[in-house]
């Protein structure tokens, strides 16, 4: 399995975008607290929290394999222009993570490297949970808009 580049190549993918995540988070976590949302700061901090523990897993798992773990395509901070900028922002990024935990399990099943298709399922749960979590969020906010 460490020998598979396209193994490789899903977990330095997933590492650079959780990595990135963080940085992501703790930049709207501070631009939240500037703007006096304190709810919404604490809410930033534990996401970035969350991505963190994320990397962890696959840096462990990249050791495990014998793999560098080499997490350094990380794409320009979109912090967003408003509240609901950066949720819809976040949501984007969701999204392509999302797709991409779905490809690397659905690959990692077919070569029946069982525990790391099980490392991105897990991922995949959680992000998809994060998922419902902003646009229940933006629903939300949508709701306080019209009322």
Known sequence: MANDPRMTGYLTRALSAEMAAVQQYLTQASLTAMWQLKEYSSRF??????ELGHAQQL????LILGIASNGTQLPPIRPGRSLEEMLLIDRGLEIDVIRLYEE?????ARMRAEELQALFAGLLQEELG???DLDHLLIEMHRGATS
């Open 130 to 132: 994060h998922l419902r």
């Open 45 to 50: 901090r534990r996401d970035a929290e969350e």
């Open 104 to 108: 690397a399990a659905h690959y990692c």
């Open 59 to 62: 840096i462990e798992r990249m």
